[in-house]
């Protein structure tokens, strides 16, 4: 057992890391940690959850088998300025796997599953996209939601920087930068692409089901309850607030599941999403300079 994770899935947020970590748990030498999303490493972004100290992180490792590899996944490690160098320090021989998605597709699944969650407040994602800048000053901010850096759209799915604190930190034969729509299109192969970068044994009982899919709600008027609730249920719950949150339970969340649907995400207006196009075609051909193959371009509009 070794306190010290082999690999690390570092990002980036809504690029099929979830299911990453779920396919890589069921492998018969892995260990993951049993939670996703410690944010150990990326002290520069204020978070929520997550892990503090090097005791409970530790702590994370602790029922691993002997003679398994372990590994945990916290989206936050690829957009921090600090967090990559910070795990290299720490585990010199880790393991590195980043999988990047279309930039526009990533933002709008990002904006549309922090909505499902109650962390945005913005319903509409080009609003929420209009309002990045006045959330610079932590203006139109969700309550309590502690660092506008982790609702900057835009900023997030600049990879072309982020890759490069890869490539800076963490040996070639480290790191593994895989691409979200290549993997869903053949995830079996793509899958055992990764084992073998991992050095773990092929898995020939491994499945590929839809992970962390779009949600909408049964009832909207429910889910407008739930976000706002009346004077006379806040007062009802407050008595009740301190011993559920001691608790880690959250009657709102848990009724917001039950509300929960599978539910493809709206479109994109076409004028809105061509300009999203633009806003991240120069980083996407910075980023095909350092990787030194080409991406998106069809989706991209780009030659």
Known sequence: MTARPDFFIAGASKCGTTALFEYLSSHPQVYMSRDKEPKFFCTDLKTSGGVYTLDEYRALFASAPLNCLTGEATTLYLYSAVAIERVMAYNPNAKIIVMLRYPVDAAH??????????????????????????????K??????????????????????????????????QRRIMVYEEFFADPRGQYAKLLDFLQLAPDPDAAFPVINGSRGSRSRRFERLLRKPPPWLKTLYAPMRPLLRQAGFSPAQALSELNAVPRP??????????????????????????LGRPLWRQRAGRK
Do not use: C
């Open 140 to 173: 139109r901010m969700p309550p309590n939601w502690p660092d506008p850096a982790t609702l900057r759209y835009g900023a997030i799915y600049r990879y072309a920087e982020q890759v490069r604190r890869v490539m800076e930190h963490v040996p070639e034969k």
């Open 109 to 138: 699944a990002l904006h549309a599953t922090a909505w499902s969650y109650r962390i945005e407040n913005i319903e509409d994602f080009e609003e929420a996209w209009r309002a990045q800048d006045a959330r610079r000053s932590g």
């Open 265 to 290: 995400k709206a479109a994109l207006r076409p004028a809105f999403r061509a300009e999203l196009d633009r806003y991240f075609a120069d980083d996407i051909a910075e980023l095909e300079g350092l």
